[in-house]
């Protein structure tokens, strides 16, 4: 939520944090149902294996922003980091940028997501989150700089064994794609990282003693409870899509 202690200091504290899926084109009384599921602090959308349609991404983020529930995307391609400010625009208030596997992908997405001093996204943000309680341009690019969360999902073991320099680089939430996650690990079976959760508990080391976080995607409460209790404190739940793990 956007209050006093925002959803960005939560997850830079290690505070738990749960998100949950919604479709793009979900509608208030979609939202309105999902949020009556759980206690839920992000609701997220995807562009990348759904269909994609910046009017239903604004219409969406304005009906979530209106109540104050931020919206995360996931871009449609690690490459389409230079669409970050356009995507903004539209409303959410959370990036993720799927398949990183090297830091330049991380500098280019810090550069479009924040605002000059901090990047050079470009200044526009008549739907963002926020933008009518901080109409001067300063204050907003503040409030947006300190607030905006900015994901890298770790997709390959190039990704996992760079995740502390993602951090480093501006990367607040490090998320997971275990499935392409297993295709590269098939290619690297020599490699000494040979499980998810041997990956998974890599990430989490190397997170310890930075703002990051690791996210990881759910599917039930036994499989949150258990990544809960491998040091985890951050969750996409996706039960309510009944897709598989992607």
């Excluded at 200044?123 to 503040?142: F, H, K, N, T, V």
């Excluded at 290619?187 to 976080?213: G, M, Q, S, W």
């Amino acid at each position: 939520m956007h209050g006093i202690e925002t959803l960005k200091t939560r997850i830079q504290s290690g505070k738990k944090i749960v998100g949950a899926s919604v479709r793009m084109w979900a509608s208030q009384a979609d939202i309105d149902h999902t949020l009556s599921l759980g206690k839920y602090d992000f609701l997220a959308v995807d562009a990348q294996h759904s269909p994609f349609n910046e009017e239903k991404l604004a219409n969406i983020c304005q009906i979530a922003n209106g109540i104050g529930v931020p919206i995360q995307l996931r871009i449609k391609h690690t490459q389409f980091t230079f669409l970050i400010g356009n995507m903004l625009d539209l409303g959410p208030s959370l990036i993720e940028v799927p398949q990183v596997e090297n830091l330049r992908t991380v500098k280019d997405a810090v550069d479009n997501f924040y605002y000059p001093q901090k990047g050079r996204q470009s200044w526009g943000p008549s739907r963002s989150p926020q933008i009518a309680q901080y109409p001067d341009r300063l204050d907003y690019a503040e409030w947006w700089n300190s607030h905006g969360v900015l994901w890298m999902q770790l997709e390959s073991i190039a990704g996992v064994i760079q995740a502390r320099d993602m951090a480093d680089a501006g990367a607040d939430v490090l998320s997971w794609g275990p499935n392409d996650l297993a295709f590269n690990r098939e290619a690297n079976t020599d490699h000494f990282l040979k499980t998810d959760d041997d990956c998974i508990e890599y990430v989490l080391e190397a997170l310890k003693r930075t703002p990051a976080t690791l996210c990881l995607r759910t599917y039930d409460q036994r499989q949150m409870d258990r990544y809960e209790q491998m040091g985890a404190t951050m969750f996409l739940d996706e039960s309510n899509l009944f897709v598989a793990p992607n």
